[in-house]
DNA sequence: ACCCAGGGTCATA
DNA sequence: TATGACCATGGG
Protein backbone atom coordinates (compact mmCIF):
# COMPACT_ATOMS: atom_id res chain seq x y z
CA UNK A 1 0.00 0.00 0.00
CA UNK A 2 0.87 3.49 -0.75
CA UNK A 3 0.22 7.22 0.25
CA UNK A 4 -3.45 8.12 -0.40
CA UNK A 5 -1.97 10.60 -3.72
CA UNK A 6 -0.30 6.88 -5.10
CA UNK A 7 -3.85 5.05 -4.43
CA UNK A 8 -5.85 8.05 -5.67
CA UNK A 9 -3.10 8.01 -8.84
CA UNK A 10 -3.39 3.97 -9.29
CA UNK A 11 -7.25 3.89 -8.71
CA UNK A 12 -7.52 6.03 -11.73
CA UNK A 13 -5.07 4.02 -13.74
CA UNK A 14 -7.22 1.13 -13.18
CA UNK A 15 -10.23 2.67 -14.03
CA UNK A 16 -9.16 4.22 -16.87
CA UNK A 17 -8.14 1.12 -18.55
CA UNK A 18 -10.48 -0.92 -18.07
CA UNK A 19 -13.43 1.21 -19.48
CA UNK A 20 -12.01 3.79 -21.39
CA UNK A 21 -11.89 7.53 -21.30
CA UNK A 22 -15.64 8.15 -21.00
CA UNK A 23 -15.35 11.54 -22.70
CA UNK A 24 -17.76 13.57 -20.20
CA UNK A 25 -19.93 16.20 -20.34
CA UNK A 26 -22.15 14.69 -23.07
CA UNK A 27 -23.40 18.07 -24.79
CA UNK A 28 -22.97 20.09 -27.85
CA UNK A 29 -22.83 23.54 -25.49
CA UNK A 30 -21.78 24.53 -22.71
CA UNK A 31 -25.93 25.75 -22.34
CA UNK A 32 -26.62 22.23 -22.60
CA UNK A 33 -24.40 20.95 -20.07
CA UNK A 34 -26.11 23.58 -17.44
CA UNK A 35 -29.40 22.20 -18.26
CA UNK A 36 -28.22 18.45 -18.05
CA UNK A 37 -26.87 19.21 -14.67
CA UNK A 38 -30.17 20.15 -13.25
CA UNK A 39 -32.18 17.63 -15.13
CA UNK A 40 -29.11 14.68 -14.25
CA UNK A 41 -30.22 15.76 -9.98
CA UNK A 42 -31.38 11.95 -8.92
CA UNK A 43 -32.40 11.09 -12.63
CA UNK A 44 -30.84 8.25 -14.87
CA UNK A 45 -29.40 9.80 -17.73
CA UNK A 46 -31.03 8.21 -20.21
CA UNK A 47 -34.21 10.39 -18.64
CA UNK A 48 -32.54 13.18 -19.19
CA UNK A 49 -31.37 12.60 -22.94
CA UNK A 50 -34.69 12.30 -23.45
CA UNK A 51 -35.61 15.65 -21.83
CA UNK A 52 -32.84 17.23 -23.79
CA UNK A 53 -34.00 15.56 -26.81
CA UNK A 54 -37.15 17.25 -26.67
CA UNK A 55 -35.28 20.54 -26.14
CA UNK A 56 -33.97 20.22 -29.11
CA UNK A 57 -36.76 19.27 -31.26
CA UNK A 58 -38.42 22.00 -30.08
CA UNK A 59 -35.60 24.40 -30.67
CA UNK A 60 -35.28 25.36 -26.84
CA UNK A 61 -31.96 24.25 -26.12
CA UNK A 62 -30.75 28.06 -25.88
CA UNK A 63 -31.08 30.51 -23.35
CA UNK A 64 -33.22 33.10 -25.68
CA UNK A 65 -35.42 30.49 -26.93
CA UNK A 66 -36.25 28.69 -23.63
CA UNK A 67 -36.63 32.40 -21.58
CA UNK A 68 -39.49 32.39 -24.43
CA UNK A 69 -41.37 29.40 -23.22
CA UNK A 70 -44.06 29.47 -21.18
CA UNK A 71 -43.49 27.61 -17.86
CA UNK A 72 -46.03 25.10 -18.94
CA UNK A 73 -44.42 24.61 -21.76
CA UNK A 74 -41.26 24.41 -20.43
CA UNK A 75 -42.39 21.61 -17.85
CA UNK A 76 -43.62 19.90 -20.71
CA UNK A 77 -40.79 19.41 -22.63
CA UNK A 78 -38.64 18.30 -19.77
CA UNK A 79 -41.35 15.89 -18.23
CA UNK A 80 -39.34 12.95 -19.17
CA UNK A 81 -36.68 13.81 -16.72
CA UNK A 82 -38.88 13.62 -13.87
CA UNK A 83 -39.43 16.38 -10.71
CA UNK A 84 -40.25 18.55 -14.03
CA UNK A 85 -42.18 21.13 -12.18
CA UNK A 86 -39.11 21.78 -9.55
CA UNK A 87 -37.12 21.71 -12.45
CA UNK A 88 -38.91 23.97 -14.57
CA UNK A 89 -38.70 26.70 -11.54
CA UNK A 90 -34.71 25.55 -11.36
CA UNK A 91 -33.83 26.26 -14.85
CA UNK A 92 -35.79 29.50 -14.93
CA UNK A 93 -33.73 30.22 -12.09
CA UNK A 94 -30.81 29.65 -14.28
CA UNK A 95 -31.93 31.79 -17.20
CA UNK A 96 -32.22 34.83 -14.31
CA UNK A 97 -28.92 34.34 -13.71
CA UNK A 98 -27.31 33.95 -16.83
CA UNK A 99 -29.57 36.85 -17.87
CA UNK A 100 -28.06 39.00 -15.37
CA UNK A 101 -24.50 38.42 -17.19
CA UNK A 102 -25.88 38.83 -20.52
CA UNK A 103 -24.82 35.50 -21.70
CA UNK A 104 -23.54 32.08 -20.67
CA UNK A 105 -20.19 33.15 -21.89
CA UNK A 106 -20.33 36.06 -19.18
CA UNK A 107 -21.84 34.14 -16.51
CA UNK A 108 -18.96 31.59 -17.40
CA UNK A 109 -16.33 33.85 -17.33
CA UNK A 110 -16.49 34.97 -13.90
CA UNK A 111 -13.79 33.80 -11.90
CA UNK A 112 -14.10 30.23 -10.01
CA UNK A 113 -15.20 31.18 -6.63
CA UNK A 114 -17.07 33.84 -8.11
CA UNK A 115 -18.87 31.83 -10.23
CA UNK A 116 -19.48 29.18 -7.84
CA UNK A 117 -20.74 31.00 -5.31
CA UNK A 118 -23.53 32.63 -7.80
CA UNK A 119 -24.55 29.25 -8.86
CA UNK A 120 -24.73 28.57 -5.49
CA UNK A 121 -27.38 31.27 -4.77
CA UNK A 122 -29.80 29.63 -7.52
CA UNK A 123 -32.31 27.63 -5.80
CA UNK A 124 -32.18 24.35 -6.54
CA UNK A 125 -28.65 24.30 -7.57
CA UNK A 126 -25.91 22.59 -4.70
CA UNK A 127 -22.10 22.28 -4.71
CA UNK A 128 -22.56 18.66 -7.19
CA UNK A 129 -24.58 20.49 -9.47
CA UNK A 130 -22.53 23.77 -9.02
CA UNK A 131 -19.25 21.88 -9.26
CA UNK A 132 -20.90 19.92 -12.26
CA UNK A 133 -21.37 23.59 -14.36
CA UNK A 134 -17.84 24.32 -13.01
CA UNK A 135 -16.00 21.84 -14.24
CA UNK A 136 -17.80 20.53 -17.38
CA UNK A 137 -19.37 23.50 -18.90
CA UNK A 138 -16.36 26.49 -17.54
CA UNK A 139 -13.57 24.38 -17.41
CA UNK A 140 -12.36 24.49 -13.66
CA UNK A 141 -10.46 22.20 -12.44
CA UNK A 142 -13.05 21.10 -9.63
CA UNK A 143 -13.46 18.08 -8.52
CA UNK A 144 -17.40 16.64 -8.61
CA UNK A 145 -18.12 14.57 -5.50
CA UNK A 146 -21.60 12.30 -5.63
CA UNK A 147 -22.98 9.71 -4.25
CA UNK A 148 -20.99 6.91 -5.84
CA UNK A 149 -17.50 8.84 -5.23
CA UNK A 150 -18.12 8.41 -1.54
CA UNK A 151 -19.30 4.90 -1.69
CA UNK A 152 -16.78 3.87 -3.37
CA UNK A 153 -13.78 5.51 -1.58
CA UNK A 154 -15.53 4.14 1.74
CA UNK A 155 -14.69 0.74 0.20
CA UNK A 156 -11.39 1.58 -0.51
CA UNK A 157 -10.86 2.62 2.87
CA UNK A 158 -9.70 6.07 1.87
CA UNK A 159 -12.45 7.64 4.31
CA UNK A 160 -11.84 6.12 7.55
CA UNK A 161 -14.39 6.30 9.41
CA UNK A 162 -15.65 9.41 9.04
CA UNK A 163 -19.11 10.73 7.45
CA UNK A 164 -17.47 12.36 5.13
CA UNK A 165 -18.67 15.72 3.55
CA UNK A 166 -18.78 17.28 0.62
CA UNK A 167 -15.89 19.70 1.12
CA UNK A 168 -13.82 17.21 2.58
CA UNK A 169 -13.90 14.55 0.10
CA UNK A 170 -13.10 17.13 -2.84
CA UNK A 171 -9.97 18.42 -1.04
CA UNK A 172 -8.53 14.80 -0.63
CA UNK A 173 -8.76 14.54 -4.98
CA UNK A 174 -7.91 18.43 -5.27
CA UNK A 175 -4.75 18.40 -2.77
CA UNK A 176 -3.64 14.91 -4.31
CA UNK A 177 -3.98 15.35 -7.85
CA UNK A 178 -2.87 17.64 -10.32
CA UNK A 179 -5.08 20.59 -10.44
CA UNK A 180 -5.74 19.45 -14.60
CA UNK A 181 -9.52 19.94 -15.32
CA UNK A 182 -9.45 17.35 -18.41
CA UNK A 183 -8.15 14.65 -15.29
CA UNK A 184 -10.76 15.39 -13.40
CA UNK A 185 -13.73 15.04 -15.53
CA UNK A 186 -12.49 11.92 -16.67
CA UNK A 187 -12.28 10.47 -13.19
CA UNK A 188 -15.25 11.63 -12.26
CA UNK A 189 -17.15 9.62 -14.99
CA UNK A 190 -14.61 6.99 -14.84
CA UNK A 191 -16.40 6.22 -10.69
CA UNK A 192 -19.78 6.61 -12.17
CA UNK A 193 -19.23 4.44 -14.58
CA UNK A 194 -17.56 2.09 -12.11
CA UNK A 195 -20.22 2.13 -10.15
CA UNK A 196 -22.43 1.27 -12.46
CA UNK A 197 -21.06 -1.51 -14.10
CA UNK A 198 -19.85 -3.16 -10.93
CA UNK A 199 -20.82 -1.95 -7.96
CA UNK A 200 -24.59 -2.24 -8.72
CA UNK A 201 -24.68 -4.45 -10.98
CA UNK A 202 -22.28 -7.17 -9.11
CA UNK A 203 -22.65 -6.36 -5.63
CA UNK A 204 -20.32 -9.57 -4.88
CA UNK A 205 -17.81 -7.59 -7.40
CA UNK A 206 -16.53 -10.33 -9.66
CA UNK A 207 -14.05 -9.26 -11.92
CA UNK A 208 -13.64 -5.75 -10.36
CA UNK A 209 -10.94 -4.20 -11.44
CA UNK A 210 -10.22 -2.21 -8.38
CA UNK A 211 -10.36 -5.43 -6.60
CA UNK A 212 -6.55 -5.57 -5.54
CA UNK A 213 -6.91 -2.21 -3.76
CA UNK A 214 -10.61 -2.56 -2.36
CA UNK A 215 -11.10 -3.29 1.26
CA UNK A 216 -14.54 -4.14 0.48
CA UNK A 217 -13.37 -7.08 -1.65
CA UNK A 218 -11.50 -8.04 0.88
CA UNK A 219 -14.17 -8.63 2.99
CA UNK A 220 -13.28 -6.05 5.70
CA UNK A 221 -15.98 -2.95 4.27
CA UNK A 222 -19.66 -2.89 4.63
CA UNK A 223 -21.70 -0.84 2.33
C1' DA B 1 -44.47 -4.76 -6.52
C1' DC B 2 -40.16 -2.85 -5.20
C1' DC B 3 -35.81 -0.26 -5.73
C1' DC B 4 -33.14 3.22 -7.62
C1' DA B 5 -31.34 7.08 -10.81
C1' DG B 6 -24.87 11.50 -12.50
C1' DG B 7 -29.52 16.11 -5.80
C1' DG B 8 -31.54 19.76 -3.30
C1' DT B 9 -34.82 21.84 -0.10
C1' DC B 10 -37.60 22.21 3.75
C1' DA B 11 -39.74 20.89 8.18
C1' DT B 12 -38.80 18.91 12.49
C1' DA B 13 -36.10 17.56 16.89
C1' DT C 1 -26.41 19.11 12.91
C1' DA C 2 -28.92 15.57 11.53
C1' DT C 3 -32.37 12.84 9.87
C1' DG C 4 -36.82 12.21 6.96
C1' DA C 5 -40.28 13.55 3.46
C1' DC C 6 -40.80 15.19 -0.79
C1' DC C 7 -40.25 15.91 -5.65
C1' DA C 8 -41.85 12.25 -10.63
C1' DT C 9 -40.43 9.60 -14.59
C1' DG C 10 -38.70 5.20 -16.47
C1' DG C 11 -35.98 0.85 -16.26
C1' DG C 12 -34.26 -3.32 -13.85
Known amino acids: MGTKREILVEIYQRLLSAYGPQGWWPADTRFEVMVGAILTQATAWRNVERAIQRLKAAGALSPERMARLSEGELAELIRPAGFFRQKTRRLRALLRLIGQHGSVEGLLSLPAGELRRQLLSVPGVGPETADSILLYAAGYPV ?34 LPRDPKLYGEYHALLVRHAKEHCRARPRCPGCPLAPVCNFIKGQGSL
Open 143 to 176: FVVDAYTKRILHRLGLLSGEKAGYEEVQELFESN
